[in-house]
């Protein structure tokens, strides 16, 4: 009697807790919303950091085990030859790309008639109904503009405090790498301070094996994106394509997201030049099939291997659920969070399995 009265007690407590907690999060929601943006926006380098450090500490691991150097030595020939790879990147690539991006700005108008003109000339549409269309898009084209121009000195403040997070975060991720072994301590303890053996040890094999899907991913998300955007600009450079680099960068860039980002990157890239080139474009496609195939059966098997471990069809509901709630980012990190919640899915069913198995059957199979 004694312990249903505690139990009751607890459960009072707890629901008054949660009553009190809910109605104070509905009257200051607005004042919660802010502190918690101010906690983000202050904690946000040190967020980069940690995720630049996370990508970079398997490089400084090969480094450490192949060519023999301490960790500090291999953090500093790694952050070493970033730089180098960083300038070569602004020095060659970046303004190709501006080129591309100004040359395209330049070409619309002329590519909006050249369409209306291979529209019109088709028959398809009349032109009447064309020209609607076509001062439908110029007017919604100048309100973009309109709008990028007045929002110009935010975006700029915005890129520069982006800017100034990446810096302050490449300080910290420095440090991070330095302090790998003291801040794995520092976890391991606390650890074993809120919980018992055998659960703290349960947390170190989950944190294992997220860590192992996660790292993968990251590594082969940077590699793949990397190689199926030099291919595709080497193969477009070759075929004499328009905007080579600024198609190559996009592509590569889509190349995160797996099974639809290949597409969202092909749209503008074969659209574009359709409207100028129709051959060109069909050459594109071809080379966009052609460097997929070389991603899924050569680059990507060799990566990350079969560590995803869900069908093609579970894999596009989570890339789509990613993209519903985080944007691009929840696209990327969608297809990791999936096969995490895969594994633990079937950890529950299996020990579920293991505790409803006869005793007599569970002994024979042993």
Known sequence: MQLNMKRWLGAMLALSLSLIVSF??????????????????????FIIGLVIAYILDPVVNFFMRTLHFGRGLS???????????????????????????????????????????????????????????????????????????????????????????????????????????RLQASVARLCHAMFDQERAQSI??????????????????????????ILSFVGMTIMGV????????????????????????????????????PLNALKIAILIVVVQQIDANLVGPRIMGNYIGLRPMWIVLAISLGGSFGGM??????????????????????RKERKGADPAEADETA
């Not at 064309?130 to 110029?138: P, T, Y």
């Not at 889509?254 to 574009?272: K, L, R, S």
């Not at 929840?330 to 950890?347: C, E, K, R, Y």
């Open 329 to 350: 980012i929840g696209m990327i990190l969608s297809i990791p969070v999936a096969a995490i919640l895969n594994i633990v899915l079937v950890h529950y069913i299996e």
């Open 24 to 45: 104070v999060t509905i009257n200051h929601f607005d004042a919660i919303v802010a502190w918690v943006g101010t906690i983000a926006g202050a904690t946000t380098p």
């Open 204 to 229: 170190f094999e989950w944190g294992g094996k997220i860590h192992g899907i996660f790292s993968k991913f990251m590594t082969g998300l940077i590699v793949q994106a990397t190689i199926v955007g």
């Open 75 to 181: 953090i500093g020939v790694l952050y070493l030859l970033l730089v180098v790879l960083l300038a070569g990147f602004g020095w060659l690539v970046v303004p190709m790309v501006i080129d591309n991006a100004s040359e395209i700005i330049d070409d619309v108008p002329r590519l909006i008639s050249r369409a209306n003109s291979q529209i019109s000339d088709s028959g398809i549409l009349t032109n009447d109904t064309v020209q609607e269309a076509l001062v439908s898009i110029r007017g919604r084209l100048a309100e973009w503009a309109n709008i990028l121009l007045s929002n110009l000195t935010q975006g700029l403040l915005s890129v520069t405090s982006a800017v100034f997070s990446t810096m302050i975060g490449i300080v910290v991720s420095v440090y991070a790498l330095i302090d790998k072994k």
């Open 242 to 277: 328009k905007y080579a680099a600024i198609f190559g960068l996009l592509l590569g860039l889509t190349n995160v997201i797996p099974y639809v980002g290949p597409f969202i990157g092909a749209i503008p890239a074969v659209g574009i030049t359709l409207l100028y080139n």
